[in-house]
C-alpha cells in the first residue's frame, strides 16, 4: 500500500493532471455536450477536473441555482437563456459577468456570456400528416380547429425552458389576452403537456412513438434527424412550422455562479466555450447556432431554418412579466387537472 501514492502521481500525469487539481462544476441543463477531446484538452492546460452536473431541462436548472443558492453546488451554469436570465438575477444567484466576456460575440445576454442561440417553434411528422391528408395548420388559431384535436404537444413553461420561449411567442405575436385566449382554446382541444422537452420529442411526438405529431422544438431538430439517421436521408422525416407568433429566437449562455468556489477557473471555461473549436463544435453538439460568425455549420443544416422572422419580449419585458404570465398559463391550461 505504501507504493499506492506514488502510483497515483503517475496515473494522474499521463492523464496531464497534478494531484492538486482544481474541481470546476459545471451545472447545465440535460442537453449540454461537448466533444470529449476538447474538454480533455481544457483539463490539461488548466491543471483542472470539470465536473459536469445536469439538472435536467433549463428552467429545473434555475430553479435548482436557485434552491442551493445558501450552498451553491457548481461554480459556472451553462443554459441560462434569455427567457430564464432575469430570474436568475433577481433571485440573487448569479455573479458579476466581467465586461469583456458579456459583451464580446453579436449577441448580448445580459448577466451571462451568450455562447449559442436557436429557435423554438412547432416540429411536425410529415408521414402523419401524409398518411391522414390533413392539411398542415397556417396559423395558431387551426389548432383550435376540431380537425386538430389530440395532435399538439407543448412543455410546460414553469420547467422547460422551450415551453417559456413558445408562451413567450405567443403573448409578442398575438398580444396577452388573445395568446391566452388561445391557450384555453388549444386546451380544450387536448393539447398534451410534457414536463420537459426530451419527454414530449422523445414520448409524445408520433416521429418517435407517440400519439401527437406536432410538438414544440427547434427550427434545427430536422436537420438533427437527418444528421442521426441510420439511413442516409435526401430530406427530414420531420418539418418546421413557423407560424405567426410560433417563434422565438433563444439565446443561451453561460454565466458565474454567486458563491462559486472556482471563480477564476470558471471565467476560463466561459471563454472556452466562446473559443473557435467549441463554437465549431456546438452545431452538431447541442443543435444551437454559434455565436461565432465564422464557425461553419454541417451539411445536415440545410434541412435547419433560421426564420425571417422571430416573436421574442424584450428581456427586461421577460424579466419583469415572466413569472405573472407563467402564473396566469397554469390557472389556464392546468385549471383541468392535467
Known amino acids: 500500500m505504501k507504493f499506492f501514492p506514488a502510483l497515483l502521481m503517475v496515473a494522474l500525469s499521463a492523464m496531464g493532471l497534478s494531484a492538486q487539481a482544481a474541481e470546476l462544476r459545471v451545472l447545465t441543463h440535460s442537453s449540454f455536450n461537448i466533444?470529449?477531446?476538447?474538454?480533455?484538452?481544457?483539463?490539461k492546460q488548466n491543471d483542472a477536473k470539470v465536473s459536469i452536473i445536469k439538472a435536467g431541462d433549463a428552467g429545473e436548472m434555475v430553479n435548482k441555482l436557485i434552491l442551493t443558492r445558501a450552498n451553491p453546488i457548481a461554480d459556472v451554469a451553462f443554459g441560462i437563456d434569455n427567457s430564464l436570465i432575469g430570474k436568475a438575477r433577481q433571485a440573487g444567484v448569479l455573479?458579476?459577468?466581467?465586461?469583456?466576456?458579456?459583451?464580446?460575440?453579436?449577441?448580448v445576454l445580459p448577466g451571462a456570456a451568450a455562447i449559442d442561440y436557436g429557435y423554438v417553434t412547432l416540429n411536425y411528422d410529415k408521414a402523419w400528416f401524409a398518411k391522414s391528408q390533413l392539411p398542415l395548420p397556417r396559423s395558431l388559431e387551426d389548432l383550435t380547429l376540431p380537425?386538430?384535436?389530440?395532435?399538439?404537444?407543448?412543455?410546460?413553461?414553469?420547467?422547460?425552458?422551450?415551453?417559456l420561449a413558445f408562451l413567450l411567442s405567443t403573448i409578442?405575436?398575438?398580444?396577452?389576452?388573445?395568446?391566452?385566449?388561445?391557450?384555453?382554446?388549444?386546451?380544450?382541444?387536448g393539447m398534451k403537456v410534457a414536463k420537459g422537452w426530451s419527454e414530449a420529442y422523445y414520448t409524445d411526438f408520433s416521429k418517435n412513438g407517440g400519439s401527437r405529431p406536432i410538438v414544440v422544438s427547434y427550427a434545427t431538430s430536422p436537420a438533427a434527424e437527418v444528421f442521426y439517421s441510420k439511413t442516409k436521408l435526401s430530406a427530414s422525416p420531420t418539418g418546421n412550422l413557423l407560424l405567426p407568433g410560433a417563434v422565438y429566437r433563444q439565446v443561451e449562455g453561460a454565466a458565474l455562479v454567486k458563491g462559486g468556489k472556482e471563480a477564476a477557473l470558471a471565467r476560463k471555461f466561459i471563454a472556452f466555450l466562446r473559443s473557435d473549436a467549441v463554437q465549431q463544435d456546438i452545431p452538431t453538439q447541442m443543435w444551437m447556432y454559434p455565436v461565432a460568425d465564422k464557425a461553419s455549420?454541417?451539411?445536415?443544416?440545410?434541412?435547419?431554418?433560421?426564420?425571417?422572422?422571430h416573436y421574442t419580449p424584450d428581456s427586461s419585458l421577460i424579466a419583469s412579466h415572466a413569472q405573472k404570465w407563467v402564473s396566469r398559463w397554469t390557472r389556464?391550461?392546468?385549471?383541468?387537472?392535467?
Do not use: H
Open 35 to 43: 466533444s470529449k477531446p476538447l474538454l480533455a484538452e481544457f483539463e
Open 95 to 107: 455573479a458579476p459577468m466581467p465586461a469583456e466576456l458579456e459583451q464580446g460575440g453579436k449577441l
Open 147 to 163: 380537425a386538430y384535436k389530440n395532435l399538439l404537444v407543448v412543455q410546460n413553461p414553469a420547467t422547460s425552458s422551450p415551453g
Open 172 to 189: 409578442a405575436g398575438l398580444g396577452e389576452d388573445k395568446a391566452f385566449a388561445l391557450w384555453g382554446k388549444l386546451r380544450d382541444n
Open 297 to 309: 455549420l454541417d451539411a445536415s443544416y440545410q434541412f435547419a431554418q433560421q426564420p425571417a422572422r
Open 332 to 338: 389556464v391550461v392546468l385549471k383541468s387537472g392535467q
